[in-house]
């Protein structure tokens, strides 16, 4: 299923890697911080929203890179360059990703910043909408949010703009190690 939404999803302009261990996560997540000049100057931010991803970690370096914060606020996050979250599920007959958003740190990570990177378990791509609806229930959950590649509109002039009302590059990254969601 991995191929099948990577293919949906670079389709839509999203970016798809997969990597091993947590640890290759963040070593992607640094190299690209560095690669983006990522720094402590407003427009060069990148913020982090709470998850469990970093959970009994050494964060490798993380907490020393200037510009990168685990202190989510909107301001931080409207004038932040990168947006870091965990996203529960991949849809694979679409390349969607799927989050019950309830937390406003991980809305504000993933709509407000330039770019968007998405962490998920590789074990939490599921076929199709009818299977992840098996999943998760719109009566339990409080806000799910469906994300299908970078923001993009058509409604000026029929004109497609990327990044009007949203990140304008979403990097997802699968992570094999993470396991499959309980919800």
Do not use: C
């Amino acid at each position: 299923m991995y191929e099948q939404f990577k293919t949906r999803a670079v389709g839509v302009g999203a970016e798809v890697h997969r990597v091993a261990t947590k640890q290759d996560g963040i070593d992607f997540i640094l190299g690209f911080l560095k690669k983006e000049g990522i720094d402590d100057l407003p427009g060069s931010y990148a913020v982090w929203a709470k998850g469990t991803f970093l959970e009994g970690t050494q964060r490798g370096g993380l907490d020393a890179f200037a510009g990168l914060s685990f202190d989510v606020t909107r301001e931080r996050a409207s004038r932040a360059k990168i947006g870091i979250s965990e996203m529960t599920f991949a849809v694979a007959d679409t390349g969607s990703l799927v989050q019950d958003q309830g937390a406003v740190d991980q809305r504000l990570v993933s709509a407000l910043t330039e770019i968007h990177i998405a962490l998920v378990p590789s074990a939490n791509i599921v076929p199709d909408k009818l299977s992840l609806f098996t999943r998760i229930s719109p009566k339990t959950s409080r806000y799910i949010a469906f994300i299908t590649g970078p923001s993009r509109t058509a409604d000026i002039e029929r004109v497609l703009t990327i990044g009007v009302h949203g990140p304008e590059r979403l990097v997802i990254i699968f992570v094999d190690e993470l396991g499959g969601a309980k919800q």
